[in-house]
RNA sequence: GCCCCCAUCGUCUAGCCCGGCCCAGGACACCGGUCUUUCAAGCCGGUAACGCGGGUUCGAAUCCCGCUGGGGGCACCA
């Protein structure tokens, strides 16, 4: 049996994008389900706008998602360079054995003359086709244009098939394209760098890719490289393309829509397991009567026949629902993992500065623990307990409407704040003892007071519970943001 | 405009290939209830879909045709 060997190919021009790395998920299920290799190739022959900082970036992408890969730019392997940059001579080589079986030819148009034609065509209404001007240029013709400076580009010939080329797609079954509706695509640039359409082809051929497991957005580039492997005499591998995913907005994700970058994900405190699980929830689901599971279960159950062809979109209420049960999880199991989460975004908002020492990671533990399935994400640690972190607690004018109004407030909080002085020390259980105390002494229901001190401690209405929150935040803050609260209560504009 | 793809609750999906077990199942979201000092989580319950029109058939979400709708592609980008 041949080896499945798959790849993704990612151009260096931005961050991984979450669709790109859904899709790359199922390229390095489909080699992991059946002991195959994954592989990453760079495709960089835009030098205009391929940087090594994004290849970098990218990689490290991949590494914090958790999918490693067999062979790639940074590790090797039998089959490189994997870096598009670094295989011209290869390039050349094929696209000369194209010119000369006639399969392609140059072609000396230059961008302007064909940006005329197409807008030309644009105004007169009519789709643009190449003129094909260059097809069937002499020696002659050929060594004129050479004279005059041109350097040419190489066009694909599409010759004719007398029949459709007919595309097997392994989730889409045979698709079938009419040469006639294809252009001369050009695959070399008249620099002599190769185009996508080209590279691909050559690549995944000397790569030995079996499956192509791409986006559909490509399929209507499927029938020009298929023409590249007839010409060059190679058996195409398995295609399967799989849809694209949508934003909220029913278009392609893009920007403008949602978050695209999956370091968005990762600054917002998403779990790469959660997300490598919501992936398997797009376009497919192994379990219908099933929502979680674990990574090797996903490499057990994969099979690309199982995939969907209708597009997903993008659900982010249900991956941030996926990341809570995965942070429940991990709080009972690896807690640390959540304080690490957590201590990123503290430490990329100035909540937290310097150091991860110790202490501030038994502290953040502390919060944590306290804040415990209200962690959904990492940024909600900011959501419900920034106030842990900073003294500036901004009060919400909501929570003032609602809980701070009424001559009993004052005289509360000031009571609970001497009681509080007096402790020794403040734990959950004196902190519950002293709020309904002075809660059963002012005639008030217990949460009369705990509301008001809620409010003056954290600004909000939601979090931790109070008596937790307090011991947290310790005797001494607790003192000090009553004084702060009763101060401002009596005279509001001074602070 | 041309080419290609797709079509089940608001969303992700199961069922479709091999018609009856489906007056369509699960999950998220939403709404209600419960617990409770708030919120979150949990638990219980609820609303909600086979795009439309023709066939075929005793019977269609499932098969066929048309329509409509949505998406993707039409670069010296990938």
């Not at 920034?386 to 000031?414: C, E, I, N, W």
């Not at 935040?473 to 209560?489: E, K, S, T």
Request: some cysteine; proline content about 6%.
């Amino acid at each position: 049996m041949a080896t499945v060997r798959t790849r993704y190919a990612p151009s260096p021009t931005g961050y991984l994008h979450i669709g790109g790395a859904w899709m790359a998920f199922f390229n390095w299920l489909c080699a992991r389900s059946q002991r195959g290799a994954f592989i990453l190739r760079i495709e960089d022959t835009d030098r205009s706008r391929s940087t090594e900082e994004y290849e970098r970036a990218i990689l490290e992408d991949f590494r914090w998602l958790g999918l490693d890969w067999d062979e790639g730019p940074d590790v090797g392997g039998p089959v490189g360079p994997y870096r598009q940059t670094e295989r011209g001579p290869l390039y050349r080589r094929y696209a000369r054995a194209l010119v000369d079986a006639g399969a392609a030819y140059p072609c000396y148009c230059t961008p302007q003359e064909l940006e005329a034609e197409r807008e030309a065509a644009r105004r007169q209404g009519r789709p643009y086709r190449y003129s094909g001007r260059c097809r069937h240029l002499t020696a002659a013709d050929r060594a004129r244009w050479e004279a005059q400076g041109r350097q040419p580009t190489i066009r694909l010939r599409v010759p004719d098939l007398g029949g459709p080329i007919v595309v097997a797609d392994l989730i889409r079954g045979n698709v079938e394209f009419d040469p006639a509706h294809l252009d001369d695509a050009i695959i070399v640039r008249s620099d002599g760098t190769p185009l996508y359409n080209f590279a691909n082809v050559v690549d995944d051929h000397l790569m030995r890719i079996s499956h192509v497991i791409r986006g559909s957005e490509h399929l209507s580039n499927t029938p020009v490289q298929w023409l590249i492997y007839r010409a060059l005499g190679w058996t195409p591998p398995a295609f399967a393309h799989l849809p694209v995913i949508l934003g909220p907005d029913r278009r392609k994700l893009s920007k403008r829509a949602a978050a695209t970058a999956l370091r968005d994900y990762r600054r917002e405190g998403y779990l790469p397991e959660a997300l490598l699980n919501f992936f398997a929830l797009m376009a497919w689901h192994p379990d219908p009567e099933r929502e979680v599971y674990s990574l090797s279960e996903l490499v057990e159950r994969f099979r690309l026949e199982d995939l969907g062809r209708a597009s997903p979109v993008f659900d982010q209420a249900k991956l941030t629902w996926l990341n809570g049960v995965y942070m429940r999880e991990l709080l009972q199991r690896n807690p640390q993992r959540v304080v690490d989460v957590c201590l990123e975004i503290l430490q990329e908002t100035g909540l937290v500065e310097g150091e991860r020492s110790p202490d501030v990671r038994a502290y953040v533990a502390r919060v944590v623990a306290v804040l415990g399935d209200r962690l959904k994400v990492g940024r909600d640690i900011l959501v419900y307990g920034d106030f842990f972190f900073t003294d500036q607690v901004r009060y919400d004018p909501q929570a003032v409407r609602q809980h701070l109004q009424g001559p009993a407030v004052v005289r509360s909080l000031s009571v609970l704040r001497d009681r509080v002085a007096g402790v020794e020390a403040l734990d959950r259980a004196t902190a519950e003892s002293l709020v309904r105390g002075v809660a059963a002494e002012l005639g008030l229901h217990s949460r009369e007071v705990i509301h008001p001190v809620r409010v003056a401690l954290t600004g909000k209405t939601v979090g931790p519970g109070l008596f937790e929150l307090m011991e947290v935040l310790g005797r001494d803050r607790v003192v000090a943001r009553l004084d702060r609260a009763v101060a401002w209560l009596r005279a509001p504009e001074a602070s």
